[in-house]
């Protein structure tokens, strides 16, 4: 396989990673110890409950309960699991939270929920391609993966090894597994491979978060409709993999394999219920805030009507992912607490930026074009929105007031925060994003029935 073919991806992905990396800084390391609690619980002292450890930046507080004498991350178990297999090795050479806290956890950051996302941003370009118009430029899913990754709540939370930041990149990855089962006409070596990568990402999705269960329960259900019986039993084998980890974790800590954290430490915050108002309220809060952090979310909800009938599926799907979790959303007491933008909705913004590719699929020139500059516009402010939440940290706790104009007053008064990995790594996102401008304007993102060997051959 010549990496050739797939250098516009492997761009992509190194500088969306590359720049993640530069915005981890130490106000979310802080804020978010946590996420890395258990982590260190797991490497260190071979537990699970979070008490116990050595450094003082990680000592429990919030969102922990106590169950048969021990205390407990009110979170599913796959953000803890997925930062040990980075903290095994870190330790190994010498890195620990209690002499090298900020170090440490800014790198099981960026080799947990940054690299997911980025990889996330790739499984949506892939799509996006696939989805688009026959024959239409690549700006469409080139638009598509970096303003999900750049210009939505998701470019905040890359930068913390948060539970629902990673739940979200694996759901994306699923889909796109999913659906590159659909597109394969035969069920050989490859569907077989596909099919057992998509359960498996959709199990880790579980695994990792309760608010992803919802786009992985759309995803899960547009597998089935595909009707590719052969390939099912594949399927349901890597999602019990992914799942495994978690019934395990529950065993072991709650007694149950269906014990959940969340319900083990009742937090009934987040139990489903019907009340009118409170539907209502959850409605305009998210409408809100959505506006005023992503609307290209909005947008590309809107333009996902756009695409053809031969991905009905597609489409079914991620309305059924958006519409899932907003049901979920919509009917509980909690709306997350302190938090840079909407962050229960990250799980589904990937859903709605697909539909960005819909508007490929308009007949008129001039009006693809003021769309294209509309959605220019509004990518732009939003990123210039996310991008303070990146650098400035996503520990927010005052959601009558949006949260640019605090960020920016400090800002301005220079308190920015460290930014541990920026030293190491500012040199090679240089170099990556450079190389990924420069293949984009050379050509690598011209429209698919005008490249070279096309031209050539008339």
Not at 5 to 22: A, D, H, N
Not at 219 to 241: C, D, E, N, Q, T
Not at 283 to 299: D, E, S
């Amino acid at each position: 396989m010549s990496l050739k073919k797939y250098r516009l991806e492997i761009l992509l992905f190194l500088s969306v990673w590359l720049v993640y990396g530069l915005t981890i800084n130490s106000r979310n390391l802080e804020s978010f110890n946590l996420q890395q609690m258990g982590v260190e619980a797991i490497v260190e002292r071979g537990t699970f409950h979070v008490e116990g450890s050595r450094s003082p930046k990680l000592q429990p507080l919030g969102d922990v309960f106590d169950y048969k004498g021990h205390k407990y991350a009110a979170k599913q178990p796959g953000q803890f699991m997925a930062g040990a297999l980075v903290y095994f090795f870190l330790h190994l050479f010498g890195l620990d939270y209690i002499k090298n806290y900020l170090l440490t956890s800014a790198l099981v950051t960026f080799f947990t929920a940054s690299l997911v996302a980025a990889l996330a941003s790739v499984a949506l370009y892939r799509l996006s391609r696939a989805m688009a118009r026959r024959g239409a430029s690549r700006f469409w899913p080139l638009a598509v993966a970096l303003l999900y990754t750049l210009a939505t709540t998701v470019f905040p939370y890359a930068g913390i090894a948060h539970h629902d930041a990673i739940a979200s990149g694996f759901v994306v990855i699923a889909f796109y597994f999913a659906f590159r089962t659909a597109q394969d006409s035969e069920e050989g070596r490859r569907a077989f491979f596909m099919s057992l990568l998509a359960g498996l990402f959709l199990g880790l999705t579980v695994t990792t978060s309760m608010l992803a269960f919802w786009p992985a329960l759309a995803i899960f259900l547009y597998f089935l409709s595909l009707m590719r019986w052969r390939v099912l039993p594949y399927f349901l084998l890597g999602g019990f993999a992914g799942v495994a980890p978690l019934l395990i974790y529950d065993w072991v800590n709650f007694g149950n394999p269906l014990l959940l954290p969340n319900v083990a430490g009742n937090y009934s915050d987040t139990f489903f219920h019907l009340a009118w108002d409170n539907f209502t309220g959850k409605l305009g809060f998210y409408l809100k805030w959505t506006i005023a952090y992503a609307p290209l979310f909005l947008v590309g909800l809107a333009g996902l009507s756009l695409l053809p009938r031969r991905f009905r599926r597609e489409k079914m799907a991620a309305a059924g992912a958006v519409i899932f979790l907003c049901a979920y959303i919509f009917n509980i007491d909690t709306v997350g607490t302190c938090q840079y933008g909407p962050r229960y909705l990250l799980p589904a913004m990937a859903f709605g930026c697909l539909g960005l590719v819909g508007f490929s699929y308009l007949e008129s020139r001039g009006v693809r074009r003021v769309w294209i500059v509309l959605i220019a516009l509004t990518g732009l402010l939003s990123f210039i929105v996310n991008a303070v939440g990146a650098v400035q940290g996503a520990m927010y706790c005052n959601l009558e007031q949006h949260a640019f104009w605090p960020h920016m007053a400090q800002l301005r008064r220079g308190e920015w925060g460290t930014f541990p990995l920026f030293a190491w790594l500012f040199i090679p996102t240089v170099m990556f994003v450079y190389s990924f401008l420069k293949a984009v304007v050379k050509g690598e993102a011209r429209p698919r029935e005008l490249s070279t060997t096309a031209r050539q051959s008339k």
